[in-house]
C-alpha cells in the first residue's frame, strides 16, 4: 500500500506558518516513502472561499518547494457527497433535526446550568414521520446530523500522541449538513480521504475530537480508516498562543528575507527531539523525519531563530540559487565575497554597492601619510593573484604598523565601513583603479 497523504486548506485566507508546518510534514511523509502529498482545496463554505485565496495558497506551497502530485477541490465533488449522504441517511446514521439555533442554545444554557456537559439530547431521533411533515409544511427545513454509536469507545493509536479514546456517549451527534444544504468539513472531509485512498491524514491537535467523530464515519461508510497523526500546535516565543502566528505567512516571510528553505529547515523539526539545523537541502530532513519524534508539547516558533537559521542557510546558498535576486553586475565571486556577512539575500545589494562605489569615507587626519603610501604601495603591487595580502604584507614593512591599526585605516579608506567581508576577498571586487581612488581619498 502507498502512502498518499493530503494537506487540506480552506481558502479562506492566506496560510499560515501553522498551515504550512501542517502541509510541510505531510509533503516530507510523501517524500519519505516515495508516496504521494495531495492539496485538496477545501472550499464546501462557498461564501468564504476566495479563488485569490486559492491561487496564493498554490504559490505559496511552489515557493516553499512543496509541490503537489495532484490536486482535489470539494466544490467539485458534491455530487459524490449527494450519494454517499443519501446511503447514510437510508443506513440511519444520517438524521434530520428541526432546532433552531436559539433552541439549541438554550437546551446548551440549561445542561451547563445545571452543572451536565452541553451534549445534543437527540430529541430530533423521537420526531415521528408525522411530526416531520407538519415542520416541514411549516416550512421548517432540517439540518442533518450524524448518529454516533454510542456501543463503544472510539479508539486509535495516533502516530504522535499515542493511545487515543473517547467515550461518544459524551459527544454530540455532529451536524454535518446545514439546512440550506451546505456541507460542513466533518462528512466530506471523511468521504474524500475514502475516495481519494488517503493513508495518513496529518493535521492539528483540534482536530483530535473530530478525528473521534470521523473514524465512526469511515467505519458507517464501510471504509478502513487512515492513519491519524496530530501535531501539537504552536505557540509564540513567549510560549502562549499567538494571535501574531495566524497572521505570519509566506508573505511576511519573504519580505523579511526569510528563504523557504529555512522555514523549511525550521519547521521540520520544530517540535520533535531532533536539533535544529541549517540544512539547504531537504532531503537529510526527510531522510530522518519520523513522527515518532514529535513530543506531544507545544512547539515554540520563534521569529528570532528563524532570522538565524536563516542566515546561516544564506551563508550555503550557491550562486545559481540567488542569481534572479542579485544587483546587476553581482557575478560568483562577489556572491561567495560577500554571502558570510549577509544575514539576508536583499542585503547583498548594500555591499555591491560598497564594491562599485562611490561610498562615503571620511578618513581620520592621523592617517593620512599611511594611506598616501598604501595607495603609493598599492599602485606597485601585483593585482593578478591576491592583492590584500600584497598590500598588507608590504605595507606593514615599509611603516611597521600591524594588527588594527594596520587594517583598519584600509578597510575605512576602501569601504566606508569599520566592518564587513573578509577584505582578501573584496578587494578584487573592487580592483585596482577604484582602491587607488580611494586611497588617495
Ligand atoms: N479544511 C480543514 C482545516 O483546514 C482540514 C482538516 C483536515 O486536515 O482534515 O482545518
Keep these: ?51 485569490e485565496h486559492v491561487a496564493s495558497i498554490r504559490a505559496d506551497l511552489a515557493w516553499l518547494g512543496l509541490v503537489p502530485d495532484g490536486e482535489a477541490r470539494q466544490s467539485e465533488r458534491f455530487d459524490l457527497y449527494e450519494r454517499r449522504f443519501a446511503e447514510l441517511v437510508a443506513s440511519g446514521r444520517i438524521y434530520p433535526a428541526y432546532e433552531t439555533q436559539q433552541e439549541l442554545d438554550l437546551k446548551r444554557k440549561i445542561l451547563l446550568g ?42 486509535w493509536h495516533d502516530l504522535i500522541r499515542g493511545p487515543q479514546r473517547f467515550d461518544p456517549a459524551t459527544m454530540s451527534d455532529p451536524v454535518i449538513r446545514r439546512a440550506d444544504g451546505s456541507w460542513l468539513y466533518l462528512l466530506p472531509s471523511v468521504i474524500d480521504d475514502i475516495d481519494l485512498a488517503i493513508t495518513h491524514v496529518v493535521r492539528g491537535e483540534d482536530h483530535v475530537s473530530n478525528t473521534a467523530a470521523q473514524l465512526q ?44 528553505q529555512a522555514l523549511v529547515a525550521l519547521l521540520a523539526r520544530l517540535g520533535t527531539s531532533d536539533p535544529v539545523e ?27 531563530e528563524l532570522a538565524q537559521l536563516n542566515a546561516r542557510i544564506v551563508h550555503q546558498l550557491g550562486h545559481a540559487d540567488v542569481a534572479g535576486r542579485l544587483p546587476p553586475g553581482m557575478d560568483e565571486a562577489g556572491w561567495h565575497a560577500i554571502r558570510p556577512n549577509l544575514a539576508t539575500v536583499a542585503e547583498a545589494a548594500d555591499w555591491w554597492a560598497v564594491v562599485e562605489g562611490p561610498i562615503d569615507s571620511v578618513p581620520d587626519p592621523d592617517d593620512a601619510d599611511f594611506l598616501l603610501t598604501a595607495a603609493q604601495t598599492a599602485a606597485a603591487i601585483d593585482w593578478s593573484t591576491d592583492p590584500w595580502h600584497a598590500l598588507t604584507g608590504a605595507l606593514k614593512e615599509a611603516t611597521g604598523r600591524k594588527g588594527k591599526a594596520l587594517f583598519l585605516p584600509l578597510r575605512r579608506a576602501l569601504t566606508g565601513r569599520d566592518h564587513g567581508p573578509d577584505m582578501a576577498a573584496l578587494l578584487p571586487l573592487i580592483g585596482r583603479d577604484r582602491a587607488l581612488l580611494r586611497l588617495r581619498g
Design 114 to 155: 445545571r452543572g451536565l456537559p452541553p451534549v445534543y439530547d437527540r430529541a430530533a431521533l423521537g420526531l415521528t414521520e408525522a411530526d416531520r411533515a407538519r415542520l416541514e409544511a411549516e416550512g421548517i427545513r432540517p439540518h442533518w446530523r450524524f448518529k454516533l454509536d454510542h456501543g463503544a469507545p472510539i479508539e
Design 278 to 304: 541549517p540544512l539547504p537541502d531537504p532531503a537529510p530532513l526527510i531522510e530522518g523525519f519520523d513522527f515518532a519524534r514529535f513530543g506531544r508539547a507545544p512547539a515554540r516558533f520563534d521569529e528570532a
Design 217 to 260: 464515519m469511515f467505519a458507517a461508510l464501510g471504509a478502513t480508516p487512515p492513519a491519524f497523526a496530530h501535531e501539537a500546535l504552536l505557540t509564540g516565543a513567549e510560549g502562549k498562543l499567538s494571535k501574531r502566528l495566524g497572521s505570519l505567512g509566506a508573505d511576511h516571510f519573504r519580505e523579511a528575507g526569510i528563504e523557504p
Design 1 to 51: 500500500m502507498s502512502v498518499i497523504t493530503r494537506f487540506a486548506p480552506s481558502p479562506t485566507g492566506r496560510l499560515h506558518v501553522g498551515n504550512i508546518r501542517t502541509a510541510l510534514h505531510n509533503w516530507m511523509w510523501a517524500r519519505k516513502t516515495g508516496g504521494r502529498f495531495l492539496l485538496r482545496i477545501d472550499d464546501t463554505d462557498q461564501a468564504r472561499s476566495r479563488e
